[in-house]
Nanobody, 124 residues
Framework: QVQLVESGGGLVQAGGSLRLSCAAS????????MGWFRQAPGKEREFVAA????????VYADSVKGRFTISRGNAKNTVYLQMNSLPPEDAAVYYC?????????????????WGQGTQVTVSS
């Protein structure tokens, strides 16, 4: 089993920045793909960003490209999401996810493990 715990969410003014963290424990591995997804009230869960465990390559949703950066910590069991220039529409619960099977990075169904989520609120 893998446990994921997100942190770093909170309230920020539009145009501000936040850095989310995801700490992985248990039967985790550096080869796991890691992703960030988000879900706003009344909307479906959507892909935000992901990093391939085997190569370190990253992918982003078009809506966040150039503003968000996903990265792994030096200890490799932590993943970060740096979010800059936040508009109110980025407000959501952000979830960290892990996939041990190198599936489709943008597809939430391909991820086996999920954190409990962290709330991001952006005031206008």
């Amino acid at each position: 089993q893998v446990q994921l715990v997100e942190s770093g969410g909170g309230l920020v003014q539009a145009g501000g920045s936040l850095r989310l963290s995801c700490a992985a424990s248990g039967r985790t591995s550096n080869t796991y793909d890691m992703g960030w997804f988000r879900q706003a009230p009344g909307k479906e869960r959507e892909f935000v960003a992901a990093i391939r465990g085997s190569s370190g390559s990253t992918v982003y949703a078009d809506s966040v490209k150039g503003r968000f950066t996903i990265s792994r910590g030096n200890a490799k069991n932590t993943v970060y999401l740096q979010m800059n220039s936040l508009p109110p529409e980025d407000a959501a619960v952000y979830y960290c996810a892990a996939d041990p099977r190198a599936g489709r990075l943008r597809v939430w169904n391909d991820y086996d493990y999920w954190g409990q989520g962290t709330q991001v609120t952006v005031s206008s």
